[in-house]
């Protein structure tokens, strides 16, 4: 099994919908969680970090669910410019040592 | 702020060529990385720096060395280059304390042919 699976995609959504990623981790020693996102040819950029109470970022929300080990992302009224490959980082502990990336799901919003 | 600034942006060697790949971060970072990224197989870690003077090996170091010069700059170098080091090379940093993400720079495109 993977250390960080993610849905395998792609995802083709219209503009306005409402989008959700799931992402599972195998290691319940993981400590911190975030969201990347990844446009083509480009560096990952944070997009948010994941917390236990779980967040929201405009129209962002992410989801922590430690007991069955997964994280999700709710993207609500996509917009074309969400169009990218949103990447689920889980580090296994908390002095920046190791960091493990899923292989990503990737997003097209069409108009 | 700069953030993380790799250096060159593109690059293109022949089998057996070596270089280095440059990489400073100006936000005091303690730890900084090294990653590849090929089409399918996601980010791979080639290289560690948890603080000044320290490296260790990751997922994928073979055909590669490292130098933490100081506490901003983290080289990776290629000393003979092979067609299955073409890649996205991406350079990482992050405080490494409690829950701080990574930072990447933008990344150097290497075509070994």
């Known amino acids: 099994r993977k250390e960080v699976e993610q849905d395998p995609g792609p995802f083709n959504v219209p503009e306005g919908a409402t989008v959700a990623f799931n992402c599972t981790y195998s290691?319940?020693?993981?400590?911190?969680f975030f969201w990347y996102r990844q446009d083509c040819r480009k560096e990952p950029k944070l997009l948010m970090s994941?917390?236990?109470s779980g967040n929201e970022d405009g129209r962002f929300t992410a989801q922590l669910n430690r007991a069955s080990q997964y994280i999700s992302l709710l993207i609500r009224d996509s917009k074309l410019s969400d169009s990218a490959t949103y990447l689920c980082?889980?580090?296994?502990?908390?002095?920046?040592?190791?960091?493990?990336f899923g292989p990503g799901t990737r997003l097209s919003v069409l108009p | 702020n700069a953030g993380v600034t790799q250096t060159p942006k593109f690059q293109v060697l022949k089998t057996g060529q070596s270089m280095t790949l440059q990489c400073a971060q100006d936000?005091?970072?303690?730890?900084m990385y090294w990653y590849r990224q090929d089409p399918g197989m996601g980010l791979r870690l080639i290289y560690y720096?948890?603080?000044?003077?320290?490296?260790d090996k990751g997922e994928v170091p073979n055909g590669y060395n490292v130098s933490r010069l100081n506490k901003r700059e983290f080289s990776l170098r290629l000393e003979s280059a092979a067609p299955s080091q073409t890649s996205v090379y991406f350079c990482?940093?992050?405080?490494?304390?409690?829950?701080?993400?990574?930072?990447f720079g933008n990344g150097t495109r290497l075509t070994v042919t």
């Open positions: 980082v889980v580090n296994i502990d908390n002095y920046g040592q190791n960091f493990v």
């Open positions: 290691n319940s020693a993981s400590q911190s």
């Open positions: 720096s948890a603080s000044e003077g320290t490296t």
């Open positions: 994941v917390y236990s």
């Open positions: 936000m005091n970072h303690n730890s």
């Open positions: 990482a940093s992050t405080p490494s304390r409690g829950n701080s993400p990574l930072h």
